[in-house]
Each structure stands twice: as structure tokens, then as C-alpha cells.
């Protein structure tokens, strides 16, 4: 009997089974292509080196990603060096803006000098109405109590000057060791001083105290808002002038952290952000020539350096890190 026939079978409602449907596929379809070819069937894909091209294309994208990624590292790598130059560069010229407490000593005197100015001018005063016959002597003692003060508003402004002349020397002197970097593909110069700010902090009061001992000085300065209610400090980079006829003497007190608990404050590094600038004392890698009003008791470094590429002179840019930093406050009176 043949298979068809042995295939149909008879359903209970007498209708015969159907057959499955034969493959859509073609005869000789999972073949390999060689075989194809000795069976003399036609190949339906072309014979060149399609998978060649594409191997040799993915291996060239491969080795550019990595030549691109291997530069990218070194840039981030210089980044972080001139990083670490700047800090290192600022710091060291931090250390240097109040050594010896210099700043706070010469904040001190000029607040001795304001006070010595108005308790010679009280007296005067005194003298002028109820002892006549002294009125010599109080006129010699405001005499030199205001030529004191003369004395001290140019030394203060001399330290100031040299203050700033000290930050330009530190961050030119640093500046020799600062190394380039040569890398396949990539080549950064070496850096270069950009911006040298010389300033204060901000939020920062100065380190004189306020005269507890002299009622009539502190009930004055109090209404003038010379001073930190509270903490009871001067506040910062202020000229407490007194009132006339002594107000064409200028007592400039800058800002100086001040000592906590007997401790004095260190050196060191501070927020961009914070900073506020008084002087330019460095463009480009040249002084300015520019003078602060108020002693400096901050500053702000920018270095910068150019970072090329070996394909293509037009492949160039420029990097720059900036750095505040900040001097030890002042030491306590003893």
C-alpha cells in the first residue's frame, strides 16, 4: 500500500486528515557553499573579502579610540600636575605674606596709635577748659601722638609694598621648576604665570581686639561700625577714622585671622569663590606695578600652559589651574 495511503486515515466525522504543508524552504538551502558550487547551484552571496575589509576597518577604529584615549590620559595627567604646581606655588607664597606676624603687629600699632590720637585729643580737651596753664603740654602730647600715627600710616604702607613685592619674587623664583611634558602625540609647554591677585578673604574680621578698656573709644566705634559685635574684633581692611578734627589721619586695619583660644591659625590653601582682590600684581608673566591699599593677607595664583598635537598645528588649546591661599592669622598679644 503506498505511504499516502497509509497516511490518510478516516475521522470519525469521515473527513480526511490534512498533510502538513511541505517547508518553504529551498532544496539545497543548508548546504555549504561548497557544495553549491560542485552541485552547480548558483552562490547567493558575492565572492570577495567583504569580512577582510570589515576586520581591517574595526582593527583601525580600535587603534585610533586607543591612540585618542592614551592622549586623553596624559592631558588629565598634566592637568593634574599643573594642579598640584599651583597649590604648591601658592602655598609657598602664603607662608611668606605674615611672617613673624608682621601684619598683626602692625595691626595692633596702628589700633594703639588711633587710640593714643584720641585720648591725646580728650585731654586736650580737659585742659583747654579747666587747666589753662597746661594747655602747652596737651598741645605737645597731640603734637607727637599725630606725627606717631604719620609715622606708622608709612610703615604700614611700606610693609604693604613689600608684602607684594615678596609675593612676586616667591611665585617667580617657583616658577624655575615647574617641568614640561612630551608624549606620543601630544606635547604641553611648560607652565607659565598667568595672574598673581594679592588680597584678603572674605567674612574675615582682623586681628585687633576692641578696646574694652576705653568706654568712650568703644561707644564710638560701636556706633561707626568699626567693630565685630560679635566677636569683638576690628573688623577687616577698614580705615577707623576718628572724628574731626583728627579724621584726615587714616588707621587702616586689614584683615588677618585671629588667634582661637591662644592658637594661632596656619597657612593655608581656600576657595576661589572667597577670594577678593585688591591688586593685580602679575599679567602674563610681568608686574604690573600695582599697590595695595590694605596689607595683603591672601592671594590667588593662575598658571596656565599650552598642550599641542603632533597631527595638526591647528590642534591646540590651553590649560589653566588658579589657586587661593591664605596667611597664618595673627599670634596673641602677650
Not at 274 to 280: D, G, N
Request: glycine share 6%.
Amino acid at each position: 500500500m503506498p505511504i499516502e495511503e497509509k497516511a490518510r486515515r478516516i475521522r470519525k466525522d469521515g473527513s480526511a486528515p490534512q498533510l502538513p504543508r511541505a517547508s518553504a524552504r529551498r532544496p539545497f538551502d543548508c548546504l555549504h557553499p561548497s557544495f553549491k558550487i560542485e552541485a552547480g547551484i548558483p552562490r547567493t552571496r558575492p565572492n570577495t573579502g567583504n569580512m577582510l575589509v570589515l576586520c581591517a576597518a574595526m582593527t583601525g577604529v580600535i587603534v585610533t579610540i586607543s591612540t585618542l584615549g592614551i592622549a586623553l590620559e596624559g592631558l588629565l595627567c598634566q592637568r593634574g600636575k599643573l594642579q598640584t604646581e599651583t597649590e604648591r606655588s601658592a602655598m609657598a607664597t602664603a607662608c611668606l605674606i605674615n611672617t613673624s606676624d608682621t601684619q598683626g603687629k602692625m595691626n595692633n600699632l596702628v589700633a594703639h596709635s588711633r587710640e593714643l590720637v584720641f585720648e591725646s585729643r580728650t585731654d586736650k580737651n580737659i585742659v583747654d577748659s579747666n587747666y589753662p596753664d597746661l594747655t602747652s603740654l596737651a598741645d605737645q602730647l597731640l603734637l607727637e601722638s599725630r606725627e606717631s600715627a604719620i609715622l606708622i600710616k608709612v610703615e604700614r604702607d611700606q610693609l604693604a609694598d613689600a608684602t607684594a613685592q615678596e609675593m612676586i619674587k616667591t611665585v617667580t623664583d617657583n616658577k624655575n621648576s615647574f617641568a614640561e611634558l612630551s608624549l606620543p602625540f601630544i606635547y604641553t609647554s611648560r607652565p607659565t604665570i598667568w595672574e598673581l591677585e594679592a588680597g584678603f578673604i572674605d567674612g574675615i574680621d582682623s586681628n585687633v581686639e576692641s578696646p574694652t578698656g576705653n568706654g568712650e573709644l568703644l561707644a564710638l566705634d560701636m556706633a561707626s561700625g568699626y567693630i565685630q559685635q560679635t566677636s569683638n574684633l576690628y573688623k577687616g581692611n577698614i580705615n577707623a577714622r576718628l572724628p574731626s578734627p583728627d579724621n584726615d589721619l587714616d588707621f587702616k586695619i586689614s584683615c588677618l585671622p585671629a588667634p582661637v583660644a591662644g592658637t594661632t591659625a596656619p597657612a593655608r590653601l581656600a576657595g576661589c569663590a572667597v577670594f577678593r582682590k585688591q591688586a593685580l600684581l602679575m599679567a602674563n608673566g610681568a608686574a604690573t606695578g600695582s599697590k595695595c591699599d590694605q596689607t595683603p593677607s591672601a592671594m590667588k595664583l593662575t598658571l596656565r600652559m599650552t598642550a599641542s598635537s603632533e597631527f595638526s598645528q591647528d590642534c591646540k588649546g590651553t590649560l589653566a589651574c588658579s589657586q587661593t591661599a591664605l596667611s597664618a592669622g595673627g599670634t596673641p598679644l602677650p
